[in-house]
Every structure is written in C-alpha cells, then in structure tokens.
C-alpha cells in the first residue's frame, strides 16, 4: 500500500495519527464517495469503512475535495483568521466550499457546496452531471478548451489553437496563447471570466463572504482570469456588497491536496 511505502523511511521520526482524504463528491458525514462526476465509479463507495480495515485504531477521514482544501486554506493559508468565506476550485470541474461563522457548510446530508452544478445557461452546454448549463461546463479546464473552439468557429482570427488537436489542447496551452497576444485565446478567457463573475456575484448575494479564494489550474493564468472575473462580479453586484469582497488567489500553491487532507484529521483531533 502506498501509505506503508511512504512511512517505511521515516518510521522512526514520526507516528501517524489519523489519515485524511480529499476526493469528488467526498461525504464527510458518511464517510464515503456519492456518485463523482469526474469519477466513472458505480454508488456510494464505503471509502473510509475500507480503509478502516487496514488502520482500525486511527481516525480515517474523507471530504469533498473542494472542502478540504477549503479546510487547508483556513488553517494553514490565506483565509487564517477569517470567519467567512468561499473557496472555488477551478480544475477539471469546479468545485467550492463555504465557511460561516468559521464553520464549514455541509447542509444536512454532506453535500452543501456544489458551485459548480448552478446551472448559469439553461439548455446550454452538457455536463457530466447529467444536465445542462453547468458552471463547470464554462469555467473549468476543461470549460475553457470547450470555450476555445466555439471562438474559433466564431471568429476568423488566425490562431495557434486552430492546429491543436482538441485531445492535445490544455487551458495551459490557451493561456500561453493568450500571453502572446492570440485573439481568440484573449476573447476565451473574456468568455470565462464573463461566466465566472456572474456567478460569483450570484454566491455573494447569498453569503456575503470577507473574501473569495480561487485556486486549481486555471488559477495559474493570473491577472488574465483575476482582472475580468473581478470585474464582471462587480459589475452585476447588488449595491451592498459592492467593492466588500476580496477576490483572491489560494496561499497553498504547493501540495495542496495534502494540507487539505491533513486539516480533516487535525480537526478531528481537535474535537477530541
């Protein structure tokens, strides 16, 4: 098992306490992964059950991925100190956690925090959800490449991207383009700024945060994402909330995963 591999070298030094999981659709209550998305497993998997079996006198912990880092970013990253706020992940789908009152929302049933699946077209683009129209769909890594093409075919602009097999083609692959001064992937990332800040606007009307924390890839585009999705939010903002809230990269640039994953344990032992 890799966690042996991983503590066999250093085995004298330290003593594992419990053990973390960040993973889509993550239930925290449950301690299992629901039906992912991004993830072609059949029902519920008993994750931390199957686990358990192997480490029965430790704590074994799952969440939502996006909820972990969520957890991350206020224990260990930028959102230290704050009381509320919202983390958007942005990957191969979006993902998202809510903090209130310094508490982590997970609704009654573990699954509060979809961001992601607002619907923000209806009838518009498929998602692996099932529906149509889906945040995710637009703003994601994979949203952007989807979003590339329908500029290509709307637009006679010359282009790099046009000899990129979609398989081949990344949101990297249109930032850089974009840097270079590439019109159709300058127009791209417009087009999702444009969809993401609407919906940002959206979730303030509902939460009111200190601040919004993005982070995941697509992140790594910078001012090209951060400037027009700020702008866009502010721009279909309800008056109260104008100019209140922060937009902000996540501190944890670096092994995100495992600080997430880690919080869910070091939380359980607070409780304790």
């Known amino acids: 098992m890799a966690i042996e591999q991983a503590l066999n070298p250093i085995r004298d030094r330290v003593t594992l306490v419990g053990i973390g999981t960040g993973a889509p659709s993550g239930n925290h209550m449950q301690g299992t992964i629901d039906y992912s998305t991004n993830l072609r497993w059949d029902g519920p998997i008993a994750f931390c059950d199957l686990l358990q079996e192997y480490y029965p006198s430790i704590p074994v912990k799952i ?3 996006a909820n972990a880092a969520t957890i991350g970013e206020m224990m260990y990253g930028g959102a230290k100190g704050m009381k ?10 979006v993902g998202s956690g809510f903090v209130a009152n310094g508490q982590l929302i997970y609704g009654h049933d573990g699954f509060a925090g979809e961001f992601g699946h607002i619907i923000v077209s209806p009838n518009g683009r498929q998602c692996g959800c099932g529906r149509n129209g889906c945040l995710e769909t637009y703003a994601s ?3 952007v490449k989807r979003t590339a093409y329908k500029m290509m075919a709307k ?4 282009s790099e991207l046009r000899n990129i097999p979609f398989n081949e083609m ?3 692959t249109i ?3 974009a840097l270079q001064g ?3 992937a300058i127009n791209t990332f417009k087009y999702t700024a444009k969809k993401l800040g609407e919906a940002l606007a959206n979730l303030v009307a509902i939460t009111s945060p200190e601040a919004i924390f993005l982070m995941g890839g697509l992140t790594n585009a910078g001012d090209l994402l951060f400037v027009p999705t700020k702008e866009h939010m502010e721009m279909n903002m309800l008056k109260m909330y104008s100019n209140k809230v ?3 990269p996540s501190q944890l640039t670096k092994n995100v995963a495992i600080y997430g994953a880690s919080s869910l344990v070091w939380q359980e032992l607070k409780k304790e």
Do not use: E, Q, W
Request: charged content about 20%; proline content about 3%; some cysteine.
């Open 63 to 65: 969440d939502n991925d």
């Open 84 to 93: 509320d706020f919202v983390m958007i992940t942005l990957g191969t789908g």
């Open 141 to 143: 890594a994979t949203g």
């Open 155 to 158: 637009y006679n602009y010359p």
């Open 170 to 172: 990344t949101s990297k």
């Open 175 to 177: 930032c850089d383009a």
């Open 182 to 184: 590439d019109m159709i």
């Open 246 to 248: 922060r937009l902000l």
